[in-house]
């Protein structure tokens, strides 16, 4: 962040583009002198959170607009700072006129996510908070929207703060036996008790990683891929099951060499639809190199819909564990039975279509079918320092349990707890805040 204490930042808070009303704000030691001078007719004690009516002036001292201004003394804002918020009408000039007279008056443009950065720094919130935030501008399903409000208040750190504590008393324990090798009795620690606590608490992190896996679909989506031989009707389906002509469809073999991709939301669940090439003896490089795609797809995907057509005697073999057979051309006459635990559907009449959703939605475990049992590791951050935490926490108590060196399973518990803290922002190096907040909309 390029930002200096005591600077007073001014962005707006809303998207550019014309609308009704646009927000402008303001934070910083000077916010409310800045407002004062593009809002002359502003008290200078204004009634804390309270909406002024007053009259905006450009850089020219001339009569820009009729907004209404908010002042919030500190520490009793979003930012934690004195802030101003003006909503003026939203007219892209206007906007554009009122942010440089801010400027004028003394303010700097905000940096991407300065106003929660500042809101991290002063307390107002914590790190999962502030990405909670960024999550809820950006949730495209109301399943991610619930998701991030979750994490917004504070489920995370709910989680994760009581196991951090008590990683630390643990360490705190052993350290005191290091530190103190020649005090009394109930100074040195038991290795073995210690070595159980600390595989037990590397348990509960697994079990938090485990409980939180539909959160992390939700909030990251799952990938599904149709795959199967060419002409196996695989296009049709997926323009079925994403409701438009997305993907083009002939009687021509090799029709689809690239991958065709489209999201769908499946019971609350983002969904990323994937129809492949179609799956053979390659008949031209271009034909293999998109096979070889489909290919890779299909070992990166949460869930393979391995589509055949039952006109055609050919049958696959039986579906794997992340696999669901789907045979096509449900309204025509068979050439031979549908595979044991197919799917039928008709991509002509639509049949079996709905079945098949519902299908993938249980096999997904989507929030519909299944309710959010924890939001704590959603996020990917989290979840792969939670991991190191509980790797750390293993290996601590494999050597406590096994008579090595304590001074080694301390450090494996030092370790354990940065972890745990950083997730929550109470350690850690600037360049994690800087990747996290430069995400952000420049108003937020």
Same mark, same amino acid.
């Given at each position: 962040m390029a930002q200096k204490e005591g600077d007073t930042i001014v962005a707006p808070a809303t998207p550019?583009?014309?609308?009704?009303? @646009? *927000? +402008?704000? !303001?934070? /910083?030691?000077?916010? !409310?002198? +800045?407002?004062?001078?593009? @809002?002359?007719?502003?008290?200078?004690?204004?009634?804390?959170?309270?909406?002024?009516?007053?009259? $905006?002036?450009?850089?020219?001292?001339?009569? !820009?607009? =009729?907004?209404?201004?908010?002042?919030?003394?500190?520490?009793?804002?979003? %930012?934690? #700072?004195?802030? *101003? &918020?003006?909503t003026c009408h939203g007219s892209p000039a206007v906007v554009r006129e009122l942010l440089a007279a801010c400027r004028r008056a003394g303010a700097r443009p905000a940096d991407p996510g300065e106003f929660t950065v500042r809101a991290v720094r002063n307390g107002?919130?914590?790190?999962?908070?502030?990405?909670?935030?960024?999550? $809820?501008v950006e949730a495209a399903t109301v399943e991610q929207a619930h998701l991030a409000a979750r994490q917004l208040r504070g489920e995370? @750190?709910?989680? $994760?703060?009581?196991?951090?504590?008590? +990683?630390?008393?643990?360490?705190?324990?052993? &350290?005191? /036996?290091?530190?103190?090798?020649d005090e009394e009795e109930r100074l040195r620690p038991d290795p073995e008790r210690l070595g159980a606590k600390s595989r037990e608490l590397a348990g509960r992190l697994e079990a938090l990683l485990e409980r939180s896996a539909i959160a992390r679909r939700v909030r990251e989506g799952a990938l599904v891929v149709l795959h199967g031989p060419a002409n196996a009707g695989k296009s049709s389906l997926f323009n079925n099951l994403v409701g438009s002509d997305r993907a083009i469809v002939t009687d021509e073999p090799g029709t689809t060499r690239d991958l065709v991709e489209e999201v769908v939301v499946i019971e609350g669940l983002p969904v990323r639809l994937v129809d492949a090439a179609g799956v053979g003896a390659a008949v031209s490089k271009a034909d293999a190199a998109g096979q #070889?795609?489909?290919?890779?797809?299909?070992? #990166?995907?949460?869930?393979? $819909?391995?589509?055949?057509?039952? =006109? =055609?005697? #050919?049958?696959?073999?039986?579906?794997?564990?992340? &696999? !669901?057979? +789907?045979? %096509?051309?449900?309204?025509?006459?068979p050439a031979a039975p549908p595979v044991p635990g197919s799917l039928v559907v008709s991509n002509v009449t639509g049949a079996g279509i709905d079945r098949l959703r519902a299908e993938i939605a249980r096999r997904l475990e989507a929030p519909g079918e299944a309710p959010l049992e924890s939001v704590a590791l959603a996020n990917e951050r989290h979840r792969h320092a939670a991991d190191r935490a509980r790797a750390a926490l293993e290996r601590a108590g494999t050597l406590l349990g096994s008579g090595g060196e304590p001074e080694l399973a301390a450090l494996e518990l030092r370790q354990a707890v940065g972890h745990l803290r950083e997730i929550l922002g109470q350690v850690g190096p600037e360049e994690i805040l800087e990747r996290i907040f430069s995400r952000f909309c420049i108003g937020k």
């Open positions: 550019p583009g014309r609308g009704a009303l @646009a *927000v +402008v704000r !303001l934070s /910083g030691s000077r916010a !409310l002198e +800045v407002a004062r001078r593009v @809002a002359p007719s502003l008290p200078a004690r204004p009634r804390p959170r309270y909406a002024h009516l007053t009259v $905006l002036s450009d850089r020219s001292g001339r009569e !820009l607009d =009729t907004a209404v201004a908010v002042w919030f003394p500190a520490p009793r804002s979003y %930012t934690g #700072e004195e802030m *101003v &918020e003006i107002k919130l914590d790190l999962t908070q502030a990405e909670a935030i960024a999550d $809820l995370v @750190a709910r989680a $994760l703060q009581p196991l951090a504590e008590e +990683v630390a008393s643990l360490l705190a324990e052993l &350290e005191a /036996g290091l530190d103190f090798p #070889e795609r489909a290919w890779q797809a299909a070992r #990166e995907a949460d869930l393979v $819909l391995r589509v055949y057509a039952l =006109t =055609t005697r #050919e049958r696959p073999a039986p579906a794997g564990p992340r &696999e !669901l057979l +789907v045979a %096509t051309h449900g309204d025509r006459p």
